[in-house]
């Protein structure tokens, strides 16, 4: 299995709601991110977990909070989100370590309403 | 916390033809990886090339860098119309956080 799944592909969501974002990959990979990308610009970081530990938060709003059950599965869960939340969000993976490219999931595509 | 910039923005040309794209980045890195979007969806990646290196090919790919001046190219030769997508760079730094660039729109057409 060489893919990044994430669940769902498209998600439409009040202000006042609670959802959550689903990735897994069972590649072994210990590293796993959750990007946040606006049309028509480049994918911002805004998690790493290593190890299912949280390495990096880039300084993201509480109302988005990853979480890393096990090795296989990142979870994003969403509450009280903005309309200028609307994005893809992007799930990847990697092993850890300096010299891999990422596996990207193809997104959760998100409206916030 | 985009890392840098890439240039040009848009690039329109005809099949059989080469894109070259550049980038330019902001701080040290240990790697510089190359990415394909297509219609917003999932990123592809194409090809890596670690900070010792300076050029590196794969396929139609040549991907070149310059930490001197902090800035590397990607150049599709023989260009077909399944190339049209976007292409972004993106560098990682020593904790695992790729950062992109702001990436260039391609077209090929047939």
């Known amino acids: 299995d060489t893919e990044v799944t994430q669940t769902p592909k498209h998600l439409v969501m009040g202000m006042t709601n609670k959802k959550s974002l689903k990735c897994e990959q069972h590649m072994g990979h210990r590293a796993m991110y959750w990007y946040k990308q606006k049309a028509k610009k480049p994918p911002e970081l805004m998690f790493v977990?290593?190890?299912?530990?949280?390495?990096i938060n880039e300084s993201v709003p509480s109302r988005f909070s990853p979480e890393c059950p096990n090795s296989s599965l990142l979870n994003l869960h969403l509450h009280a989100l903005q309309p200028e939340d609307s994005a893809l969000y992007l799930c990847?993976?990697?092993?850890?370590?300096?010299?891999?490219?990422?596996?990207f999931g193809s997104g959760t595509r998100l409206t916030v309403v | 916390s985009q890392q840098g910039e890439e240039d040009p923005q848009a690039l329109s040309i005809q099949e059989g033809e080469n894109a070259t794209m550049n980038c330019s980045y902001k701080t040290s890195i240990n790697n510089l990886q190359w990415y394909r979007q297509n219609s917003g969806r999932g990123l592809v990646h194409l090809i890596l090339i670690r900070s010792n290196e300076r050029e590196k090919h794969s396929g139609r790919l040549r991907v070149t860098l310059d930490t001197s001046k902090k800035s590397s190219s990607l150049l599709i030769t023989a260009s077909r119309a399944a190339d049209t997508a976007s292409y972004f760079c993106?560098?990682?730094?020593?904790?695992?956080?790729?950062?992109f660039g702001a990436g260039t729109r391609l077209t090929v057409k047939p």
């Open positions: 990847a993976s990697s092993p850890r370590g300096l010299y891999y490219g990422y596996t």
């Open positions: 977990y290593s190890y299912e530990k949280l390495s």
């Open positions: 993106a560098t990682d730094g020593n904790n695992n956080d790729m950062r």
